[in-house]
């Protein structure tokens, strides 16, 4: 049997004095500690660092960096961590715990031995692990759950092949963001196998599988389907949107091509149809529907010629003075644009364009634009953001909600997933002021009634707001051509790129969109 060593463990190597039979004989001490080459050891394999790990080993093998780094692959581990448990002499026990798809917790040992002056771990594969040996190996055994479904409101699946190609559009960006909520947690288990036989030697740890949760989106499918019927005769890229103001949950996301979702992501400048933002800031300030305004065929503000649409004849409208709930219905820039210079100013408009969702940062579930309306750098600027021209940008999804917080009363942020499940719980409901809402109330269905909307037939109760919104230059730009509306509890917004006045193309399709429910 080997004597035990009587004298202590030190950290540094000494020379010690032994008196022996009247002579002084000089024996030279080991260095550290079991223990600390032991700490030593495992805190660079918490690390994985195997250059350290070799410094602190008795004669490494070659296999030595494979067989951790193969140990740590096969269990496709993301952290590792270690403690001592206790020291028996020249053994050191540990406790491991490793971390990865399926967590796996197991107590080891080393061997520490002296070498050099020195103590160090003396090396087998059953440092790694007691039980691995050179023919044995890791193995971790997954089986997904099953994903659970994606719906509609009223529980319909919308997450197979026969649903509309704008619906799959959104299933897709809904995985890329609830991806772990439906896909759940699959079964695990981790197993050292030997490789000679196939059998097993020692399960590591198990876990069972969680299925998934469902998401029960705001869609209407219903409303959806009548939408895409809307835009079956717009032979230009076109989206629709529609939600319900009482709550903001959107009911209808239509796009005409798919690929590309411009009814969340698509930055247009609004056109005519931000002039229910800027007539909301009008009628704060003090202006009355019945009140008398100027509509001259055209007006310089700034040093810029601003002009209304043009009639049969070429000519552009001028309306001369009418009510102001008339220049709203007829959609005069001459009006809206001097106004907004004389009487608002940029600061207290920016500031009703918040009110109304510019600025904020719009959560709904999946990714979608936010309204910008920037800070008006001088009259021109002013003049051309009250009428939605300029800088001013927003989607379909943006101006649907606009119409929205007219027919509701108040502004809400729009979501298609349950507020629960919105980030942050999205931004807090904005009240409009009582008679701003009852004067948008009579701007609006005069739109319809007797303005530039009058020529399409709406079903009766419609209230709304076309736009054509010019973009690019020269002297006779391209339009999009917009409608955003309400009846009843149902807001919605079109858009048709390139498609002209507002009045000729996305009115003709809201009328088709309401009449289809």
Not at 325 to 349: I, K, P, Q, W
Request: with cysteine.
């Amino acid at each position: 049997m080997r004597e035990r060593r009587r004298w202590p463990y030190v950290t540094a190597g000494v020379l010690v004095p032994v008196v022996a039979a009247g002579a002084t004989i000089w024996a030279l001490r080991t260095k550290g500690s079991p223990e600390e080459t032991a700490r030593d050891f495992l805190a660079a394999w918490s690390r994985s660092d195997y250059v350290a790990m070799r410094a602190l080993t008795a004669d490494p093998p070659s296999a030595f960096d494979s067989t951790y780094r193969r140990f740590h692959d096969d269990l496709k581990l993301t952290g590792q961590r270690f403690q001592v448990r206790d020291v028996q002499e020249e053994t050191v026990r540990f406790r491991a715990r490793l971390t990865g798809p399926l967590p796996v917790a197991y107590d080891g040992r080393l061997r520490l031995v002296e070498r050099d002056r020195a103590w160090k771990v003396a090396w087998t594969p059953a440092a790694v692990h007691p039980r691995l040996t050179g023919g044995v190996r890791a193995t971790l055994t997954t089986v997904p759950a099953e994903r659970a479904p994606t719906t509609a409101a009223d529980g319909t699946r919308i997450d197979t092949p026969d649903a509309p190609g704008s619906v799959r559009q959104l299933v897709e960006a809904l995985r890329e963001q609830y991806g772990s909520r439906l896909d759940g947690t699959a079964s695990a288990r981790a197993d050292l196998v030997d490789t000679r036989t196939g059998a097993k030697v020692v399960t590591l740890a198990e876990g069972g599988a969680k299925p998934g949760e469902p998401l029960r989106t705001t869609l209407d499918l219903r409303v959806h389907r009548a939408g895409a019927r809307a835009l079956e005769d717009v032979d230009k890229p076109a989206s629709l949107v529609a939600l319900r103001p009482s709550t903001g949950e959107v009911l209808a996301v239509v796009n005409k091509p798919g690929g590309y979702n411009r009814a969340l992501l698509g930055a247009y400048p609004p056109g005519s149809t931000f002039k229910v933002v800027t007539a909301s800031a009008l009628v704060a300030g003090g202006v009355t529907p019945g009140q008398t305004v100027e509509c001259p065929a055209e007006k310089t503000i700034g040093g810029f010629p601003f002009h209304n649409s043009r009639d049969e004849n070429g000519r552009f409208h001028d309306y001369g003075a009418l009510p102001f709930v008339d220049a709203f219905a007829h959609s005069c820039n001459t009006t809206f644009g001097e106004m907004s210079v004389r009487r608002l100013g940029a600061d207290r408009l920016a500031k009703v364009a918040a009110d109304f969702g510019f600025g904020a940062s719009i959560k709904i579930g999946v990714p979608a634009v936010d309204a910008a309306f920037p800070a008006p750098r001088d009259d021109t600027d002013l003049a051309s953001a009250a009428i939605g021209q300029g800088r001013v940008l927003a989607s379909p999804l943006n101006m649907a909600a606009v119409a929205g917080a007219v027919a509701a009363g108040t502004w809400r942020q729009p979501r298609l997933v349950p507020a629960a499940l919105v980030p942050d719980g999205g931004t807090p409901p904005r009240p409009l002021e009582p008679a701003v809402v009852s004067a948008l109330r009579r701007l609006m269905p005069a739109v319809v009634s007797e303005g530039t909307a009058s020529g399409v037939s709406f079903p009766a109760g419609t209230a709304g707001k076309t736009g054509t919104a010019e973009y690019g230059s020269g002297t006779n730009p391209p339009t999009h051509s917009w409608f955003i509306g309400y009846k009843g509890d149902l807001a919605f917004a079109v858009v048709v790129e390139g498609g002209g006045t507002g009045a000729q193309v996305a009115a003709p399709a809201a009328a088709r969109f309401l009449k289809a429910l």
